[in-house]
């Protein structure tokens, strides 16, 4: 029976290299487990989280397992009922959740860089409490904790006392019998026997000490004895021991129990990190053979660049080698390749790089090419190796034969076929017709086909008929020896005449050997060689275009380093340039700026200065307004007008503004504005003073008529009286902008007057916005003032802050 193609293109070597950069059991048997599969979603989500895993060790990050332990024996007690966990396997348990968790904790925060992982981290069971009750009651030792139950805990306190109790009980009996010599003192001679404490006692001495012999000495001097004393202290240890064993069996089976109601996640969360450490173990793989994911395609198309064998790279590295790489293609026309060339030049290794390309790519593992795109096959067919068996009466010819059959039993356009050394173990003529026929029957199956041969009618088979390339592996016919290059499009030479030569045949059996080839044998040959060295120049030239090609980018790319260079010089001069006239702008800003400050805070001065002025020449004006009124006052006698008779001053409460009132010193009664409660505001014409409300004498009630002077005496003394009416509209609001406060002030200030004496509620006082002093100036004075309730600002849509509402007493 024929052995299976894996096992012929050694995909088990491939796994067994893979599964080396594993970091636990369970990932390398997962990578063990793999097999070609067909499902090319199922793949190509499989290689995407590889290519997220190869991306995550570039970024200079490891993820590996290796402190975990193989968990499929543990498990597997799981599933048995009546089956309780090891300390040790309950631990391994709790590394498995714990594990899971760091998982879990590593990519919470990975979802934009590493969705796919992330996902298939967070899809992970939250196992943490396992691990908190294990991790409780289970010490990493091994032993079980005092704190795993309260009984636990009451039993192993009650066997430290029982100790206690018992070597207390023993050293008194030593101390007794006077053996308490040495530096270690009694304790020394406290021993184990049976699991009982003990004492060694002489055995001539043995009746001396009452009690029980558990065992002598091996000269037979000293006995281990047990006092009667101590035998009940002793049997009560025994019992706690043993109760201390069952609460410890019963822990474990508690744990156990937890364990298998979880067994479910638990296997779920083993098979997760067995995938994950599989992941990482591919990306660890191709990260070391310079492997590529895949492209899988719709069609019957196959491409491979400089693909690589990773089973035969492994085995040249450790000597310094490298393994030729290949490149080829297959598909779109042209499905049956046939490779031809010297023996030992590489025409297995050949079939199998393609073969152990396309079940690494069908079984979630990268292929170690530059390039790698092909369809999904429904099976991989390989005929390669010498199959005769003595046993099963088999030769090469008829293995060959069977193998080829079962072949055609099941190959389809979707299948991929390698056959090594077609044609071979018969008669040349027959063995070339077979294989034409094959080949033939293949090509109409559309079938992906690779042979080799050493037939010159397969080599001129291929060269005739449409949808077959020949190829050759090169062979050095300078040095006599092949460089495993495969050379598609051109047929190769069998070359065995000077391979003999190289391997030291004698030179005359040679010669005659290339005497004896027929005359159409020498041109097939000369004609073969003449096409090998027409693609070798062909190969020169275009080696000789790239590199020039490659020195025209190398020099674009340096003119272009050098223009960004000079452009960024260019640039730095004008940011520096920039800079500089930044700079100086800014200092100029800060001199004008600091120009400007000292402007505004003269300014300032200035209108500091002219308030100081105005409120002097508003005083000044109010000592002058005085000392008219006190001049009228001392002439007022003269006029024959006698003065109210001294009196008492007027009580504050029959005081209220625009009343007329007698004010002592003068003779004349004055209109009361307004009074602070020590000086009082009074109006006399248009001036205006203050007296000390003491000085207020009277009040006039509002009939009575003043009596004027006489004209006469008027005239006399050069003063005339006239009614000035008011200089504000009778309205509702006055306008001050443009106004001093000093003059802002006594305008509202009579406005306001005249408008409480007309009863109305409220006035509004227009201001403006400006600098905000005259606002602010006028609300301090009408916050003073007695006839005002309550100031406030305008409504927003009918002038808000620059006019200020003042609400009048009633």
Known sequence: MSRPAEELLEFDRLKEIVSRSTTCVSGRRAIEALTPQQNVAGLESEFELVREAIAYLRGGFELGFGSLADPETWLARLAVPASVLLPTELLDAALLAETVDGVRQIFRSEHVRYPRLAERAAALADLRHISVAIRRAVMPSGEISDDASPQ???????????????????????????????????????????????????????????????????????????????????????QLGEEEAVEI?????????????????????????????????????????????????????????????????????????????????????????????????????????????????QSGIPVAAEIAQMPIFDRVLADIGDEQSIAADLSTFSAHMLNLKSMLDVATEHSLILVDEMGTGTAPEEGAALSVALLEEFRARRALTIATTHHDRLKAYASTTPGIVNAAMEFDEENLRPTYRLLVGVPGTSSGIEIARRLGLPARVVDHAHASLSPESREARDLIAYLHRSRGEMEEVKRQAREELAQLEADRRALQTEWVERQKKRIAELEKSFRETQKRLQDEVARLTEEIKDRVLRAQVEKQSGRRLGKLSSEAVAEADAAVVETLAASQPDLGVTPPAPGKPVALETLSAGLRVQVKGFRQPMIFRRHDGRMAEVEAGALRMKVPLADIMGVEAESKTEKPASAEAARLRGITVHAKPSSEPSAEEINVIGCRLEEATRRVEKFIDEAALAGKPSVRIIHGHGMGALRRGLAEALSANPLVEKIHAEAEDRGGAAITIAELKS
């Open 249 to 361: 069996a019963r822990i474990l089976e508690e744990l156990t129990a937890r364990l298998r109601a979880e067994r479910g996640p638990l296997e779920a969360a083993s098979a997760s990190i067995a995938h994950f450490d599989s992941l990482f173990a591919r990306a660890r793989f191709a990260r070391e053979f310079d492997c590529v994911i895949p492209e899988f395609t719709a069609g019957n198309s196959l491409r491979l660049e400089g693909a690589r064998n990773p089973v035969l790279e492994a085995t040249l590295r450790p000597q310094g080698r490298k393994a030729v790489p290949l490149s080829l293609a297959l598909g779109n026309g042209e499905t049956v390749m046939v490779v031809s060339g010297p023996n030992t030049g590489g025409k297995t290794v050949s079939l199998k790089t393609v073969g152990l390309a396309a079940l690494s790519a």
């Open 152 to 238: 636990l805990k009451r039993i192993r306190a009650s066997i430290v006392q029982s100790r206690g109790t018992i070597h207390r009980s023993l050293e008194g009996i030593l101390r007794a019998r006077g053996e308490t010599s040495g530096e270690s003192g009694a304790d020394a001679y406290v021993t184990l026997r049976n699991d009982r404490f003990v004492i060694p006692v002489r055995a001539s001495d043995r009746r001396a000490v009452p009690g029980v012999v558990h065992a002598a000495s091996a000269t037979g001097q000293t006995v281990f004895v047990e006092p009667l004393e101590t035998i009940d202290l002793n049997n009560r240890l025994v």
